[in-house]
């Protein structure tokens, strides 16, 4: 199925412009507009860029140019991987301090996208000391020589978990997804488990 190019409001308008010109010749500028609710000026100009092969879409702009030469970009790009620059906004300040060159955070975000960075946190990844791998290999080990009778007389059984705190997550920074890098961390925050059962 081939998707349809989505047609703006204003698109819209123009092509009935255009489509009520081609259906009635004899129609002036101001007599179409009045139809549609817009000026002849309006009419004149899409039928006209109608005719001359442009169609009624929007020409693709280049955009307000850089502000930053290529200096100044290349120290915005290195900036933003220092680990005091966090944020657009500490580029920013770090940027006019250094180069006397002031732009808005924005400006350094759109700069920074198109040099292939993103603002990303570290992958939070488990944790596991070499002691803790060791434990549950011996306790999955124990588990299968035990007796299942052992259990047979247990009705109940619960746990419940108190958390003490929980662990913060680290600051984003500028980098690309291949450097994004990782956090270990425990699978859990720091908690009292407490087990109750009834038999």
Known sequence: MVKQKHITASQELRLKA???????QDWSYSKIGKKIGCSHKFVSRWVARHQQG???SDQQRSGRPIKADAAAQQYIYMAAQ?????????VAAKTKQAKGLKMSPSSITRLLRRKGLQHLTAK????????????????????????????RRVMITDSKYFRLHTSGR?????C?????????????SIAAHVYMGIS
């Open 18 to 24: 255009v489509h009520l010109k081609q259906d009635h």
């Open 54 to 56: 442009k169609g009624v």
């Open 82 to 90: 220092l680990p005091e620059c966090s944020s657009a906004a500490d």
């Open 176 to 188: 690309t997804p291949a450097t994004r890098g990782t956090v270990a961390k425990p699978k859990h």
């Open 170 to 174: 680290p600051a984003g920074r500028w």
């Open 124 to 151: 939070m990844v488990p944790m596991l000391t070499a002691s803790q791998k060791l434990a549950r290999v011996r306790y999955a080990k124990a588990a299968l020589r035990r007796e299942l009778c052992s259990w």
